[in-house]
T-cell receptor, first 114, second 117 residues
Framework: DTEVTQTPKHLVMGMTNKKSLKCEQH?????MYWYKQKAKKPPELMFV???????INESVPSRFSPECPNSSLLNLHLHALQPEDSALYLC?????????????FGPGTRLTVT | AQTVTQSQPEMSVQEAETVTLSCTYD???????LFWYKQPPSRQMILVIR??????QNATENRFSVNFQKAAKSFSLKISDSQLGDTAMYFC??????????????FGKGITLSVRP
């Protein structure tokens, strides 16, 4: 089973709202990733968690706050977003973060900021 | 830093025919991994095929195969017997493993493939 699940599928939020995206995997993977993807563009890496610790933050604005409560779960907390933050947010996982294993992606959350 | 180049933004192929998608990359490393990912209009990113740089044999997965030319730093994807469900954006990606830190997946810009009935 190579499934990564993400909820919600779609999210519309105002610039003053606080919301969260959720990602879950049950493959025993120890690295999890958040990507942002604009239409017709490749995914852009935002954060990497390895063994439940934040190991990479690609200079993401603080209005995005990641959290990894356990090895299977990854959250992305959103607050005071801007319209340009509207995008598809993809979660991925891999067996570890050392780069020896492929990443498996979830279906994404389509976020619209109004 | 590694770079991945997909120079063709769009391609079209007739159903049941064969199509080849090009990818080149640049690295000074000897040990790395290459991938092709497919992203259909539904937007789920799916791993199509993986190639380890240390393996001389080209990877194959059913109708998908690669032509890996390490010296030329070229990694093309061949899709045989194209099907309507192959219509998608295809991303070539590079992964370099190293110890002590986390490795990042570097993507090309992608190519939009349309399969015509």
């Amino acid at each position: 089973d190579t499934e990564v699940t993400q909820t919600p599928k779609h999210l519309v939020m105002g610039m003053t709202n606080k919301k969260s995206l959720k990602c879950e995997q049950h493959m025993g993977h120890r690295a999890m990733y958040w990507y942002k993807q604009k239409a017709k563009k490749p995914p852009e890496l935002m954060f990497v968690y390895s063994y439940e610790k934040l190991s990479i933050n690609e200079s993401v604005p603080s209005r995005f706050s990641p959290e990894c409560p356990n090895s299977s779960l990854l959250n992305l907390h959103l607050h005071a977003l801007q319209p340009e933050d509207s995008a598809l947010y993809l979660c991925a996982s891999s067996q570890d973060g050392q780069g020896f294993y492929e990443q498996y992606f979830g279906p994404g959350t389509r976020l619209t900021v109004t | 830093a590694q770079t991945v180049t997909q120079s063709q933004p769009e391609m079209s192929v007739q159903e049941a025919e064969t199509v080849t998608l090009s990818c080149t990359y640049d690295t000074s490393e000897n040990n790395y991994y290459l991938f092709w990912y497919k992203q259909p209009p539904s937007r789920q990113m799916i791993l199509v095929i993986r190639q380890e740089a240390y393996k001389q044999q080209n990877a194959t997965e059913n109708r998908f195969s690669v032509n890996f030319q390490k010296a030329a730093k070229s990694f093309s994807l061949k899709i045989s017997d194209s099907q309507l469900g192959d219509t998608a954006m295809y991303f070539c990606a590079f992964l370099e493993p190293y110890t002590g830190a986390n490795s990042k997946l570097t993507f090309g810009k992608g190519i939009t493939l349309s399969v015509r009935p």
